[in-house]
T-cell receptor, first 116, second 114 residues
Framework: AQTVTQSQPEMSVQEAETVTLSCTYD???????LFWYKQPPSRQMILVIR??????QNATENRFSVNFQKAAKSFSLKISDSQLGDTAMYFC?????????????FGTGTRLTVIP | KAGVTQTPRYLIKTRGQQVTLSCSPI?????VSWYQQTPGQGLQFLFE???????NKGNFPGRFSGRQFSNSRSEMNVSTLELGDSALYLC?????????????FGPGTRLTVT
């Protein structure tokens, strides 16, 4: 079975600072994708960034980047130059080819607050 | 393109009743997945439909069912509602059946069971 663990229920960061959200996962699958989703107070879930497990290079999307450590099964999200609009719940998620298409396993989330 | 839409946005039902939620995917998307979000259990996968066929199902009782129409719109039905079914129900669509495509989420339907 797949498990996704986010050990930080809440975090805060000063505007313009950098923050890192942690995520670990457990799987026996060899082919999978990892995602970070953002859910602002308005509730619409938005994809922030994704990482293919077979790629060694860490994914980057503007101010968002990941540190993917496959052997350690770790997938952390770094947000640089934090903005007020980054305030949201952040979910780490896993999708594997054996567990089926479009079947995401989510962590419990980290509530991030950006302080002006 | 218009995003994923879900109707209704809010719903209040009584224990024992049944409910139907609707999801319209992004135009051209053929896969629709449903998730239940609760404070206690977090986000859990319900099922996924692709080209009118259920391809994948999560660990939920048979009271939860769904279907997909030829235009890719999807409905989910919960029969004999229980208090524990109170949740935010999210649907997500993706362009094809390939698992490497990302999912786009709708705003959700907030179901309250009294």
């Amino acid at each position: 079975a797949q498990t996704v663990t986010q050990s930080q229920p809440e975090m805060s960061v000063q505007e313009a600072e950098t923050v890192t959200l942690s995520c670990t996962y457990d799987t026996s699958e060899s082919n999978y994708y990892l995602f970070w989703y953002k859910q602002p107070p308005s509730r619409q879930m938005i994809l922030v960034i994704r990482q293919e497990a077979y790629k060694q290079q860490n994914a980057t999307e503007n101010r968002f980047s990941v540190n993917f450590q496959k052997a350690a099964k770790s997938f952390s999200l770094k947000i640089s130059d934090s903005q007020l609009g980054d305030t949201a719940m952040y979910f780490c998620a896993f999708m594997g080819d054996q567990t089926g298409a479009n079947n995401l396993f989510f962590g419990t989330g980290t509530r991030l607050t950006v302080i002006p | 393109k218009a995003g994923v839409t879900q109707t209704p946005r809010y719903l209040i039902k009584t224990r024992g009743q049944q409910v139907t939620l609707s999801c319209s995917p992004i135009s051209g998307h053929r896969s629709v997945s449903w998730y239940q979000q609760t404070p206690g259990q977090g986000l859990q996968f319900l099922f996924e439909y692709f080209s009118e066929t259920q391809r994948n199902k999560g660990n939920f009782p048979g009271r939860f069912s769904g279907r997909q129409f030829s235009n890719s719109r999807s409905e989910m039905n919960v029969s004999t509602l229980e208090l524990g079914d109170s949740a935010l129900y999210l649907c997500a669509s993706s362009p094809s059946g390939m698992w490497l495509y990302e999912q786009y989420f709708g705003p959700g339907t907030r179901l309250t069971v009294t």
